[in-house]
């Protein structure tokens, strides 16, 4: 283990944050009950234009308050226009992603007023506005305005804490994978490689990128009953840990 990735992470091995993407109801009745009974927390990255029922706005405000992390994940959550041939990030500038981004940050600061810090996750991945020779890339705009932003990473590789780019941390999908796999991701790169793993959930027993219930807890609670050696922060916090060791000599 290099003198940098000890300071990370010391006293433990390596690090893993769950992040939950889009409000899904499923994430609300299925993982917040499993990361609270094994006392964990995650990162959920909302899109607050989804947010219109005063019960469901009340629960994540809840959900808040208890530690987890509320993320940006854009207002409009719009993906590439390979997902249906029209209406994508192909079509779209930096300052109409910026303004998008933006709107829904002034949202989700009046929802969740205490919390200081903010990450973003790029909806579907994408990190990219336009096509062709006239792409751009909107990860400089996410670094001026977030502490952290997540994408997609290659397979199933964690992040270094001393190489790792915060406007661009690399996600591992975790839909359909089984519980097994997750921890074997989770050993061989956090305990095994000293990284920094960020799993990407979407719904919990649900209609699309689903992971089953039991998988999502037997992860859990291998990492409750490895908590002394793998540390399970939210992704902002971890992030805050990397901003400050790279800022350091």
């Given amino acids: 283990m290099s003198p940098t990735t000890s300071n990370v992470w010391s006293p433990h091995l390596g690090a893993v944050s769950l992040t939950i993407d889009d409000g899904d109801c499923t994430q609300l009745t299925k993982a917040l009950p499993l990361l609270e009974r094994y006392r964990l927390r995650g990162t959920f990255f909302v899109s607050p ?19 987890h992390e509320i ?17 994508g990030l192909e079509d779209w500038t930096l300052e109409q992603i910026e303004q ?14 205490h919390q200081r810090a903010w990450t973003y996750a790029y909806p579907c991945y994408q990190t990219d506005v336009g096509r062709g020779a006239s792409r751009q890339t909107y990860v ?7 502490l952290a932003g997540r994408a997609l990473g290659e397979g ?3 992040n270094h804490p001393r190489g790792v780019d915060l406007a661009k ?33 979407h719904t919990i027993e649900g209609y699309r990128l689903s992971a089953a219930g039991e998988d999502l807890e037997m992860l859990v609670a291998h990492l409750a009953r490895r908590r002394d050696c793998i540390l399970t922060e939210p992704f902002g916090a971890v992030a805050a840990r990397i901003a400050d060791a790279q800022a350091r000599p």
């Fill in 156 to 158: 199933h590789f964690g």
């Fill in 140 to 146: 400089p705009l996410v670094a001026r305005h977030f």
């Fill in 100 to 113: 998008d981004i933006l709107r829904a940050q002034r949202m989700l600061t009046t929802l969740f007023p």
């Fill in 169 to 201: 941390v690399w996600g591992i999908p975790a839909e359909h994978k089984t519980g097994h796999e997750m921890i074997g991701i989770v050993e061989e790169q956090a305990a095994g490689a000293n990284k920094w793993v960020v799993l990407v959930f």
């Fill in 49 to 67: 234009k989804a947010l219109i029922a005063p019960a469901d706005i009340a629960a994540w405000q809840k959900a808040a308050a208890e530690g």
């Fill in 71 to 87: 993320g940006n994940h854009s207002w409009s959550h719009t993906g590439s226009a390979n997902f249906d041939g029209s209406g």
